[in-house]
């Protein structure tokens, strides 16, 4: 009798069950962005960012002129001339300053259309000198550059600050600060929310420690960052910021124990997990370089 009811019982379950999940709501796929978007940072009146695919710009509008960063344009003329209809939607006044972040193409290549335009290009003089080494045909060079650790740039009501760090991400990265609006725009040296990715190859460890330091003790709100934060595209936070120095700081740590040891390369990328890093985003794909280039440190001593 107790096998008969057992049966009727799953028989029963079995004919429910169906019903119940029919009437779960369906999850929805996430809506893939726009190839391209231009945003007004909340809270201000003349401060954009401009997204091309997965990449982002700084624009300013002022009662004088435009200052406009990064072309964003490697591979992709198209962006380039997107980025300047953008900012003709926004505004008809003219562009006076295009400043590259750093030398690197993937962020500043592209820029004629802006020279055509009348801007002219502001650099750290270490962005220069290697530009005129590399003598990429896509990117223009600078017209403007300084050698100290600040410059100031003024234009109609604004004030611009650039402020060079010393070596991290490159020898070039310079951190662009707005000290009315509390906001700077830096790019690549710390990524939002997430694992940092190829950028570590070639980037100095240690130095980018002390740099990331100096942004801490800066004051600021709010980062524009040169690719979305995630999730959802955000700006980023001090507890970002220090987010990211504790992740170096772990991970070079842990690099260094195993290193010592005579495990690099391959024994390191094999054995070493960072577990408390696993739910970031691109945390699989991108923990291999961060390995790499601290075993380089503390292997090799470069």
């Known amino acids: ?42 809270g201000t009146e003349n401060v954009y960012v401009f997204r091309y695919a997965n990449s982002q710009a700084m624009f300013i509008v002022t009662s004088a002129g435009v200052i406009a960063t990064d072309p964003i344009g490697y591979g992709r003329p198209q962006a380039v001339d997107t980025y300047l209809a953008e900012i003709r939607k926004v505004t008809d006044k003219p562009i006076k300053y295009v400043i590259y972040s750093h030398h690197h193409f993937d962020h500043i290549a592209g820029g004629k259309p802006f020279k055509d335009a009348g801007a002219k290009f502001i650099s750290h003089k270490k962005a220069k000198d290697r530009l005129a080494v590399l003598k990429d045909p896509h990117t223009v060079l600078p017209d403007e550059t300084f050698t100290g650790k600040l410059k100031t740039i003024k234009l109609g009501n604004t004030t611009l600050e650039l402020h060079y760090l010393g070596l991290n991400h490159s020898d070039s990265t310079l951190l662009m600060r707005l000290p009315e609006e509390k906001i700077i725009f830096l790019v ?8 940092p990715g190829r950028g570590l190859i070639d980037f100095y460890p240690l130095e980018a420690e002390q740099s990331i330091k100096q942004v801490l003790k800066m004051d600021w709100n709010r980062m524009i960052p040169g690719h979305p934060g995630q999730p959802g595209g955000r700006l980023g936070t001090r507890s970002d910021v220090q987010d990211q120095l504790t992740f170096l700081q772990d991970l070079s740590s842990e690099v260094k124990v195993l290193a010592q040891a005579g495990k690099c390369w391959d ?21 291999q370089f961060g390995l790499r280039r601290y075993c380089a440190l503390w292997g090799r001593g470069t």
């Open 267 to 287: 024994g390191v990328e094999k054995e070493l997990k960072l577990p408390k890093y696993a739910s970031w985003p691109g945390y699989a794909q991108n923990l």
């Open 188 to 195: 690549d040296l710390i990524p939002v929310g997430t694992v």
């Open 1 to 42: 009798m107790k096998c008969k009811t057992l049966i009727f019982l799953a028989g029963a379950l079995m004919a429910v069950a169906p019903a119940a999940w029919s009437q779960a709501p369906a999850v929805a796929p996430a809506a893939k962005p726009p190839t391209f978007e231009t945003k007004r940072v909340e």
